[in-house]
């Protein structure tokens, strides 16, 4: 935190662009503040454009309260635990928001300049973050289910679709290329995140895309209750029976329940395209499936279109639903909002006094050196955020918004360098064979002990160890018999 972000930070993901944003306005550096009421304002800014601009919905103090209830939505609480990226994340729906409008514009004025400018901004978004791609699909669906009028034919259709879609295949074209570029010059990992399936396993995932929709819609999770939830499928579900009920064709009727059927893999199209195996560990426990960072991008304006277009009938009834729905939502949003907020700080502040108290115990144990630049190694991690939160019944999932500290313990560096005025950490932090003394090897071998007992803190010229759980000890330790079993 002290150093912030270089511009190359994201290239081991694939995002070329994640860190430009930070870099361009505030040189990289992490200022939780700033970028939280900054990112805030972008992100605003494009609910409000998407609602008056690409939708054309008008305003209306019904409609105001739809905007303020799903952008408040609980989904956002999980990309404001990676504090590095919190600019770039909020920026997105922004830039988003811009290519939908650039190619809504090549319908009537100058295609051969914004499409390729719709291409451009969108290459540039998903480079950052690719399941951004998820706003752009889901509002591009949602903006053809509203144009699809009556006695519309496939012909028809077509042009409204092909400057979307023609800007989804260049931008992914481009995207492909970089990262094959970047793979060939060894800047690129392959990570759960980055790895496409092939085209069959596309195709038998099909029915699992639906699957996720309906288990991330019902599913409790932290912050998401299961009234929370029961009310955003309500929407949708009204929404849909409405549309139905407008469609007097056949054909037409045909049109819009393909359009709804394709709708689920806008929603989740960043996880239909990525492949988990290649780390199991964030597959097991953070899915693509649950995965709010992601879901943040379509839910909102998803639910935002849905109660914004029920507002619009000409039925009394559904109008009253939707405002009922829509003060429900924001109620229940506020609520968890305000939850999340008094958790995070009981718990960020218990996690960053443990932090201090751990400083202090290094720098007091000989033969520490505040001369000496030390690896440190943290064996475990002690989240303390579940201690002022209270669960409820069926919650699952939140891996980042309640399962894992702040401090992770492959990344000790970023923390421990913070909380002194000289900066004593290096960033690696591997055991290296070459580096064991007899002193490691007997702490690491024979001692049991943990946090807070004395001896679970070993210290040399070079290391700093600290078996700070007994989880962590046992998987470090089980590390380095290996490693003296392969000599």
Known sequence: MIVGNPITSGLIEGRFSQYLLPNLLIDGQIFPLINIILGF????????????????????????LSL??????????????FQFIILSQLFWPL??????LAAKKSLTDHPLIFIPLSSLILFFTIGGYPAAINLYLTAALLFLLQNASEKITFKKLVPLALPFITSVIVSFIALYAV?????????????????PLSLKDLILKIPFMYKAVVLSLLQPQPYLS??????????????????????????????????????????????????ENPDEYFAQHDPATFMLRADFYAVPVFLMYCLSALNQKNYHLLKNLSFILAFALLGLNLNADFNYSKVQKLGFTAETLLQQRINNRITETAPFDFNNNYIVVQAGELPLRPHYYIAKPLENYGYYTMQIPSTRYWLPNEFYAFYEPENFVITEHAILPENITPEMRNFLATNLKTWPAKSSLYIDNSYIILFLTPKGRQMITKQFKNLRSSK
């Open 41 to 64: 304002a972008f992100y605003a800014l494009a609910m409000a454009l998407l609602y008056t601009r690409f939708f054309d919905f008008k305003p209306s103090f019904a409609g105001t």
């Open 68 to 81: 303020c209830a799903v952008s408040i939505l609980p989904y956002i609480i999980e990309i404001l635990y």
């Open 95 to 100: 830039t988003i928001t811009l290519a939908l």
């Open 179 to 195: 990262h094959q570029g970047l793979q060939a010059n060894h800047k690129m990992m392959a990570l759960y995140n980055n790895q």
């Open 226 to 275: 299961l009234t929370l939830k029961l009310i955003m499928t309500t929407i949708i579900l009204l929404c849909f029976i409405a549309d139905m009920t407008n469609r007097k064709d056949s054909l037409d009727r045909l049109f819009h329940i393909i359009l709804w059927l394709i709708l689920p893999f806008c929603l989740k199209f960043s996880a239909w395209l990525i492949n």
